[in-house]
Nanobody, 117 residues
Framework: QVQLVESGGGLVQAGGSLRLSCAASGRTVINRYMGWFRQAPGKERDFVAQIRWSSGSTDYSDSVKGRFTISRDNAKNLVYLQMNSLKPEDTAVYYC??????????WGQGTQVTVSS
């Protein structure tokens, strides 16, 4: 099992920035993808960004490309999501996730991000 704990959410004005952190513990994450998803009220959970732990390669949804950056700290088993130029439509609960056999299998409890206009 992989345990994931998010932190760093909060309230920010449009145009501002936040950095989310995800602490991973338990089984190794070295062969996994780590990612961020978000879910707004009344909507489905959507993919935001992912990083391959071993290589550091990244991928983003079109809606956040150029504004958000996912990164990792190998020594601390942390994954970050730096969010810049935030918009009200970025308001959601953000979840950290990890894969198992290339399927998103492990989830954190989520952290709320609210962007005011």
């Amino acid at each position: 099992q992989v345990q994931l704990v998010e932190s760093g959410g909060g309230l920010v004005q449009a145009g501002g920035s936040l950095r989310l952190s995800c602490a991973a513990s338990g089984r190794t994450v070295i062969n996994r993808y780590m990612g961020w998803f978000r879910q707004a009220p009344g909507k489905e959970r959507d993919f935001v960004a992912q990083i391959r732990w071993s290589s550091g390669s990244t991928d983003y949804s079109d809606s956040v490309k150029g504004r958000f950056t996912i990164s990792r700290d190998n020594a601390k088993n942390l994954v970050y999501l730096q969010m810049n130029s935030l918009k009200p439509e970025d308001t959601a609960v953000y979840y950290c996730a990890a894969t198992n056999a290339n399927l998103w299998a492990h989830w954190g409890q989520g952290t709320q991000v609210t962007v005011s206009s």
